[in-house]
């Protein structure tokens, strides 16, 4: 007996868009390509450079227009909601991996001609407008994304009689009027001057009210109203013609409800989606809360794959379309309302399959889909999904920190100097830790540090089939046309490729001393500090840098200091790290060490036995180092194996030649913090076999540069009380466990909105951009304003832009600092761009900080009201946390600079004796720090100390004063 579906699906005639275009060249849908010279066209009037026909010669689409995520549906039986490029260059495979666009990201229209940039205002002539979209699948809407236009809600397309959380939220966005490719004013620039809303689908209208310099009114493009108004040369186009006709429909009803006397019409219309890749991270902090979603494309791809396997010629806008076909015949076969006699032998097989998928997640009738699929998920968690969970650790017997190369270098020059004085109660822990690595292994050439990226979790795909039905395949996710199994906001699984064992350094107050500033707990726990920091460095240095500031801070703050190294960074150079003194982790020591150890453990013991097991697990990795893996960077920022002499710590982090490369060494930085930060608690300093010395003790973070970038996002995740509920009580052992909530975060000199961070950055963007110049893609084209739109919407799932609002709301206890025209991570680029970059109002320290602010409640950081400022003039007072503090950076070699917070001295030819002597800025920042992690206000002069500065640019911060930037 037939049995009703898993998911009744409501798909109007299609997913994607019907038909299959092929490449043109038998001509067979090459008609017509719109390519007009009619006589009649008055060339004196501006239009849009749009040509929407994807099967022209030349299409000219929007770089974020729906048209290239759909287009996908229609070339294989796979498709995974990701754009669709023929192309060879780093973009267009950045385009093939999108599941949506920017949330942040500057996006450009060209037009043909010259416009009037009087004319053209946001929300005036250019409209940016959220829209009511509905799920493809009505009874599961998490199964598919909602990016076809054919969701949008046609009785209310633009959310008026939504309510509650379900309001659609205006964006707040600038345009403005550009040159780009040589041309002058010749294109608008619809500039976000917050964070666009996640996987929200929005409609760009640009009214004929935008003149051109001529003083005439703009006009559709001629291949827009050829296409969409006029008749097709070739049906393949229909459902193009529909989305071409909806968009325009859409941009004229909202013209015609606008309170003028003159109604405008749409000179240039379109849809584009926000994508939702923060979901990656979120999903690695806390699977079950992906679970219900998870469960849902669990069910559908079971049943398009029972279709698919019985109609193998069809692409995926057709499968869809032909799923609901048969799900409807076999519920009316089921209730006896159809002859099975006129069915086709295919239709009875498709039919038959649907049955066994049913029987499959029914267990027989005696649970359940949901049920069925909740078990076969939590079997997997914490096995193929990943958890942040307490990992294997190895320390070495503590030394002193006085003991260290750079504090007795520092000793011999001056035996009263502070840090000299504080090392004597600070003891150092040099070890290791196994972390999951989600990047590629170098491989043996080196080169899958710079071509691997992350890609989707087949092992969890095979795991979940052998639990719903041993031995068959009873579900495939969607892949990209290529095959592969992508990871984005739609799917946000990511595959482990490897357990690394990497170094750590912990910083901890004497045991033996015991500092005044600690607490002198004598009870069964013994001593223990009153936190533990998390610290995470900047770009293109090592763990070492944390080691004068982490001796103060423990000897002064009572705080335990966590260091690990960022992705591809490491101990390296002539003094075997920035801060000489720590060890490179060797394989083969570590080897012998903690065989020596599991020689002295008790197997029989059970509690010593899972201790055995961890160790070796420790020692079994799949690598075991310095995470440079020995390799750095050559002229063409291509790896080469190297000794650690020649090695340039992080020289291969940035990767613009390869967007995913350099995305996901940036989540891997966060994951492993998560992972640290779940650790913390298991760690055995004291080497009594008894692991957990640091259990109980509140956990704080201090992220610096490029640690600040990754730590705004870890700590956003870490405080997300959500996604922190629902990962407690998720772990498959039954262990208690409880992940830390950051009690203080301190963020150093970081910045959001990483790709235009990095080309306003006067000492990185260089490198940066001249290697895209050599490639042909400079500042002030539209390929260039294409690459770095493309390179943010591929980075928007790891950028702090996207979750420092998140941040500010579940951290009150939280300092961020700016050095005051910092050269490295630029205050910001609204205002004062780099030239010639064009304006980047959420790029930058201080936009960081508004968005906190916003978080926190505020609505203006320059008011100080919410996100309480200290600046030069403050310098006899103090404030509460959450606090921005401002650090005169007038000259980098006295005052302060980038590096000030780890290095008060640091080498730099510009500078007299070829030294930066910023003491006086180091000894305000860790004396700050101190009080912020310990709870405390945040004094703005401590000892008198001048070191504050006053930034001209707070007023602009996200355009808060309404000005647009020059």
Same mark, same amino acid.
């Given at each position: 007996? @037939?049995?009703?579906?898993?998911?009744?699906?409501?798909?109007?005639?299609? $997913?994607?868009?019907?038909? =299959?275009?092929?490449?043109?060249?038998?001509?067979?849908?090459?008609?017509?390509?719109?390519?007009?010279?009619?006589?009649?066209?008055?060339?004196?009037?501006?239009?849009?450079?749009?040509?929407?026909?994807?099967? %022209?010669?030349?299409?000219?689409?929007?770089?974020?227009?729906?048209?290239?995520?759909?287009?996908?549906?229609?070339?294989?039986?796979?498709?995974?909601?990701?754009?669709?490029?023929?192309?060879?260059?780093?973009?267009?495979?950045?385009?093939?991996?999108?599941?949506?666009?920017?949330?942040?990201?500057?996006?450009?229209?060209?037009? &043909?001609?010259?416009?009037?940039?009087?004319?053209?205002?946001?929300?005036?002539?250019?409209?940016?407008?959220?829209?009511?979209?509905?799920?493809?699948?009505?009874?599961?809407?998490?199964?598919?994304?909602?990016?076809?236009?054919?969701?949008?809600?046609?009785?209310?397309?633009?959310?008026?009689?939504?309510?509650?959380?379900?309001?659609?939220?205006?964006?707040?966005?600038?345009?403005?009027?550009?040159?780009?490719?040589?041309?002058?004013?010749?294109?608008?620039?619809?500039?976000?001057?917050?964070?666009?809303?996640?996987?929200?689908?929005?409609?760009?209208?640009?009214?004929?009210?935008?003149?051109?310099?001529?003083?005439?009114?703009?006009?559709?493009?001629?291949?827009?109203?050829?296409?969409?108004?006029?008749?097709?040369?070739?049906?393949?186009?229909?459902?193009?013609?529909?989305?071409?006709?909806?968009?325009?429909?859409?941009?004229?009803?909202?013209?015609?409800?606008?309170? $003028?006397?003159?109604?405008?019409?749409?000179?240039?219309?379109?849809?584009?989606?926000?994508?939702?890749?923060?979901?990656?991270?979120?999903?690695? +902090?806390?699977?079950?809360?992906?679970?219900?979603?998870?469960?849902?494309?669990?069910?559908?791809?079971?049943?398009?794959?029972?279709?698919?396997?019985?109609?193998?010629?069809?692409?995926?806008?057709?499968?869809?379309?032909?799923?609901?076909?048969?799900?409807?015949?076999?519920?009316?076969?089921?209730?006896?309302?159809?002859?099975?006699?006129?069915?086709?032998?295919?239709?009875?097989?498709?039919?038959?399959?649907?049955?066994?998928?049913?029987? $499959?997640?029914?267990?027989?009738?005696?649970?359940?889909?949901?049920?069925?699929?909740?078990?076969?998920?939590?079997?997997?968690?914490?096995?193929?999904?990943?958890?942040?969970?307490?990992?294997?650790?190895?320390?070495?017997?503590?030394?002193?920190?006085?003991?260290?190369? #750079?504090?007795?270098?520092?000793?011999?020059?001056?035996?009263?100097?502070?840090?000299?004085?504080?090392?004597?109660?600070?003891?150092?822990?040099?070890?290791?830790?196994?972390?999951?690595?989600?990047?590629?292994?170098?491989?043996?050439?080196?080169?899958?540090?710079?071509?691997?990226?992350?890609?989707?979790?087949?092992? +969890?795909?095979?795991?979940?089939?052998?639990? *719903?039905?041993?031995?068959?395949?009873? @579900?495939?996710?969607?892949?990209?046309?290529?095959?592969?199994?992508?990871?984005?906001?739609?799917?946000?699984?990511?595959?482990?490729?490897?357990?690394?064992?990497?170094?750590?350094?912990?910083?901890?107050?004497?045991?033996?001393?015991?500092?005044?500033? =600690?607490?002198?707990?004598?009870?069964?726990?013994?001593?223990?500090?009153?936190?533990?920091?998390?610290?995470?460095?900047?770009?293109?240095?090592?763990?070492?840098?944390?080691?004068?500031?982490?001796?103060?801070?423990?000897?002064?703050?009572?705080?335990?200091?966590?260091?690990?190294?960022?992705?591809?960074?490491?101990?390296?150079?002539?003094? %075997?790290?920035?801060?000489?003194?720590?060890?490179?982790?060797?394989?083969?020591?570590?080897?012998?060490?903690?065989?020596?150890?599991?020689?002295?453990?008790?197997?029989?013991?059970?509690?010593?036995?899972?201790?055995?097991?961890?160790?070796?697990?420790?020692?079994?990795?799949?690598?075991?180092?310095?995470?440079?893996?020995?390799?750095?960077?050559?002229?063409?920022?291509?790896? /080469?194996? %190297?000794?650690?002499?020649?090695?340039?710590?992080?020289?291969?982090?940035?990767?613009?030649?390869? +967007?995913?490369?350099?995305? &996901?060494?940036?989540?891997?930085?966060?994951? &492993?913090?998560?992972?640290?930060?779940?650790?913390?608690?298991?760690?055995?300093?004291?080497?009594?076999?008894?692991?957990?010395?640091?259990?109980?003790?509140?956990?704080?973070?201090?992220?610096?540069?490029?640690?600040?970038?990754?730590?705004?996002?870890?700590?956003?995740?870490?405080?997300?009380?959500?996604?922190?509920?629902?990962?407690?009580?998720?772990?498959?052992?039954?262990?208690?466990?409880?992940?830390?909530?950051?009690?203080?975060?301190?963020?150093?000199?970081?910045?959001?909105?990483?790709?235009?961070?990095?080309?306003?950055?006067?000492?990185?963007?260089?490198?940066?951009?001249?290697? *895209?110049?050599?490639?042909?893609? #400079?500042?002030?084209?539209?390929?260039?304003?294409?690459?770095?739109?493309?390179?943010?919407?591929?980075? &928007?799932?790891?950028?702090?832009?996207?979750?420092?609002?998140?941040?500010?709301?579940?951290?009150?206890?939280?300092?961020?600092?700016? /050095?005051?025209?910092?050269?490295?991570?630029?205050?910001?680029?609204?205002?004062?761009?780099?030239?010639? %970059?064009?304006?980047?109002?959420?790029?930058?320290?201080?936009?960081?900080?508004?968005?906190?602010?916003?978080?926190?409640?505020?609505?203006?950081?320059?008011?100080?009201?919410?996100?309480?400022?200290?600046?030069?003039?403050?310098?006899?007072?103090?404030?509460?946390?959450?606090?921005?503090?401002?650090?005169?950076?007038?000259?980098? =070699?006295?005052?302060?600079?980038?590096?000030?917070?780890?290095?008060?001295?640091?080498?730099?030819?510009? =500078?007299?004796?070829?030294?930066?002597?910023?003491?006086?800025?180091?000894?305000?920042?860790?004396?700050?720090?101190?009080?912020?992690?310990?709870?405390?206000?945040?004094?703005?002069?401590?000892?008198?100390?001048?070191?504050?500065?006053?930034?001209?640019?707070?007023?602009?911060?996200?355009?808060?004063?309404?000005?647009?930037?020059?």
């Amino acid at each position: 007996m @037939f049995k009703k579906t898993l998911i009744s699906l409501a798909v109007a005639s299609s $997913v994607g868009l019907t038909g =299959c275009f092929d490449s043109g060249e038998t001509g067979a849908n090459a008609n017509p390509d719109y390519q007009i010279e009619d006589t009649t066209i008055d060339k004196s009037i501006v239009r849009p450079i749009y040509n929407p026909n994807p099967i %022209a010669e030349e299409p000219a689409f929007p770089i974020n227009a729906d048209l290239i995520l759909l287009l996908g549906a229609t070339q294989s039986a796979n498709y995974d909601f990701t754009g669709l490029s023929t192309g060879t260059s780093p973009a267009d495979d950045a385009v093939n991996d999108l599941s949506g666009f920017s949330t942040s990201g500057a996006f450009t229209l060209k037009f &043909d001609g010259e416009l009037n940039p009087a004319t053209v205002m946001a929300n005036a002539t250019v409209f940016l407008l959220p829209l009511n979209v509905g799920p493809a699948v009505s009874s599961a809407p998490e199964a598919l994304p909602n990016t076809n236009p054919s969701s949008i809600v046609a009785t209310d397309p633009f959310g008026q009689g939504l309510t509650g959380e379900d309001v659609l939220t205006q964006p707040n966005f600038r345009a403005d009027v550009v040159s780009v490719d040589g041309g002058a004013n010749n294109a608008v620039r619809v500039v976000p001057l917050e964070p666009l809303t996640e996987g929200q689908k929005y409609l760009v209208v640009v009214t004929d009210d935008v003149q051109g310099a001529n003083g005439k009114p703009i006009e559709r493009s001629v291949q827009d109203v050829a296409l969409a108004d006029g008749v097709l040369g070739n049906p393949a186009l229909a459902n193009v013609k529909t989305i071409l006709q909806t968009a325009d429909k859409l941009a004229n009803g909202f013209l015609a409800t606008l309170p $003028v006397s003159d109604t405008p019409e749409s000179a240039f219309a379109y849809t584009f989606t926000t994508n939702s890749d923060t979901d990656v991270l979120k999903a690695m +902090m806390a699977p079950a809360a992906f679970g219900s979603a998870l469960g849902q494309k669990i069910g559908f791809t079971a049943q398009l794959k029972a279709v698919r396997d019985n109609y193998p010629e069809l692409n995926f806008s057709q499968l869809t379309t032909k799923l609901g076909e048969i799900a409807t015949l076999a519920a009316q076969l089921g209730a006896g309302q159809l002859d099975p006699a006129t069915l086709t032998a295919q239709e009875l097989a498709a039919i038959t399959a649907l049955s066994n998928v049913q029987d $499959v997640l029914t267990a027989d009738g005696t649970q359940t889909p949901e049920t069925t699929l909740r078990n076969a998920i939590a079997a997997e968690v914490g096995d193929t999904i990943h958890l942040p969970v307490p990992r294997p650790s190895f320390f070495d017997p503590k030394t002193e920190a006085a003991d260290l190369a #750079t504090i007795q270098g520092l000793a011999q020059q001056d035996p009263t100097n502070a840090i000299v004085q504080a090392a004597a109660q600070v003891q150092v822990h040099q070890g290791a830790i196994t972390l999951p690595y989600f990047q590629s292994l170098p491989g043996e050439t080196g080169a899958g540090i710079v071509t691997g990226s992350w890609t989707g979790n087949t092992s +969890m795909e095979a795991g979940l089939n052998e639990n *719903l039905s041993p031995g068959e395949t009873i @579900f495939s996710f969607l892949r990209d046309i290529d095959g592969t199994l992508n990871v984005n906001g739609y799917f946000p699984f990511p595959q482990k490729k490897a357990d690394t064992t990497v170094p750590v350094v912990v910083f901890n107050p004497s045991t033996d001393s015991r500092p005044g500033t =600690c607490m002198d707990q004598d009870g069964s726990d013994g001593f223990k500090p009153n936190g533990v920091t998390i610290f995470q460095h900047g770009i293109t240095v090592d763990r070492s840098v944390s080691m004068l500031p982490a001796i103060l801070l423990a000897q002064r703050a009572c705080q335990t200091v966590v260091a690990i190294d960022q992705p591809l960074h490491g101990l390296a150079g002539a003094t %075997a790290g920035t801060v000489a003194g720590l060890s490179p982790l060797d394989e083969d020591a570590l080897t012998a060490d903690v065989q020596t150890a599991i020689g002295l453990l008790d197997p029989n013991d059970p509690n010593q036995a899972a201790l055995i097991a961890q160790l070796n697990a420790l020692i079994s990795a799949d690598y075991i180092g310095e995470r440079h893996f020995g390799y750095t960077a050559n002229a063409n920022l291509q790896p /080469v194996e %190297a000794p650690l002499t020649d090695i340039s710590s992080g020289s291969l982090f940035i990767n613009p030649l390869n +967007m995913m490369n350099s995305r &996901d060494n940036l989540r891997q930085g966060v994951v &492993d913090l998560l992972n640290v930060a779940a650790s913390i608690q298991a760690f055995d300093i004291n080497k009594d076999f008894a692991p957990g010395d640091l259990a109980g003790v509140p956990v704080n973070f201090i992220g610096h540069s490029l640690g600040g970038i990754s730590g705004t996002v870890f700590a956003s995740l870490a405080n997300d009380a959500t996604l922190n509920a629902t990962l407690n009580g998720t772990y498959p052992d039954g262990a208690p466990f409880t992940f830390p909530t950051l009690g203080s975060v301190v963020l150093h000199n970081t910045g959001g909105q990483v790709t235009r961070l990095i080309e306003n950055s006067p000492s990185i963007s260089g490198r940066v951009l001249g290697g *895209l110049a050599n490639a042909g893609v #400079t500042q002030g084209s539209s390929d260039f304003e294409s690459f770095f739109y493309v390179f943010q919407s591929i980075s &928007d799932a790891g950028d702090p832009v996207n979750f420092a609002k998140g941040l500010g709301a579940s951290t009150s206890n939280l300092l961020i600092t700016e /050095v005051v025209g910092d050269s490295t991570v630029p205050n910001e680029a609204n205002v004062k761009p780099l030239s010639p %970059a064009f304006s980047a109002p959420l790029a930058g320290t201080e936009p960081l900080m508004a968005l906190l602010d916003l978080g926190a409640g505020g609505t203006n950081l320059a008011d100080g009201a919410d996100l309480n400022l200290l600046q030069g003039e403050d310098i006899s007072g103090s404030a509460a946390t959450p606090v921005a503090v401002f650090f005169d950076g007038s000259n980098p =070699c006295s005052t302060a600079n980038h590096g000030t917070f780890v290095a008060p001295q640091a080498p730099n030819d510009a =500078c007299p004796g070829g030294f930066a002597v910023t003491s006086d800025a180091f000894t305000v920042m860790v004396t700050q720090t101190a009080q912020a992690l310990s709870g405390g206000n945040v004094p703005a002069s401590p000892n008198n100390i001048d070191a504050l500065g006053t930034s001209p640019t707070l007023a602009n911060s996200l355009d808060q004063d309404e000005q647009a930037a020059p």
